[in-house]
Nanobody, 125 residues
Framework: QVQLVESGGGLVQAGGSLRLSCAASGRPFGVYAMGWFRQVPGNKREFVAI????????VYTDAVKGRFTISRDNAKNTVYLQMNSLKPEDTAVYYC??????????????????WGRGTLVTVSS
């Protein structure tokens, strides 16, 4: 059974930084792309970033380019999202997700099979 557990959310002032982590278990980690998504209550969940299985390719939504960095440590079965220069509009519940297909290519439209429960990020102005 695959489990994804996010951590690292919290309250931060605009301009500040947070690092989210997502620990995975239940199936081989290093063969699946991992992604971060976010959702504001009442809104549709949106894509934030994705990293391929080996960690050498990433894709970001335009709203976070240059401010957020996705990375992974396959030895620790963990994916990270470093968030800098945070803005109030970044406030959301952040979810990590694992790709459906092993060794696949990546895009914002990857079919993600497993999801974590989310961690709340609140950015105050």
């Amino acid at each position: 059974q695959v489990q994804l557990v996010e951590s690292g959310g919290g309250l931060v002032q605009a301009g500040g930084s947070l690092r989210l982590s997502c620990a995975a278990s239940g199936r081989p980690f290093g063969v699946y792309a991992m992604g971060w998504f976010r959702q504001v209550p009442g809104n549709k969940r949106e894509f934030v970033a994705i990293i391929n299985w080996s960690g050498d390719t990433t894709v970001y939504t335009d709203a976070v380019k240059g401010r957020f960095t996705i990375s992974r440590d396959n030895a620790k079965n963990t994916v990270y999202l470093q968030m800098n220069s945070l803005k109030p509009e970044d406030t959301a519940v952040y979810y990590c997700a694992q790709d459906k297909n092993a060794f696949g290519t990546i895009s914002p439209r990857n079919a993600m099979e497993y999801w974590g429960r989310g961690t709340l990020v609140t950015v105050s102005s």
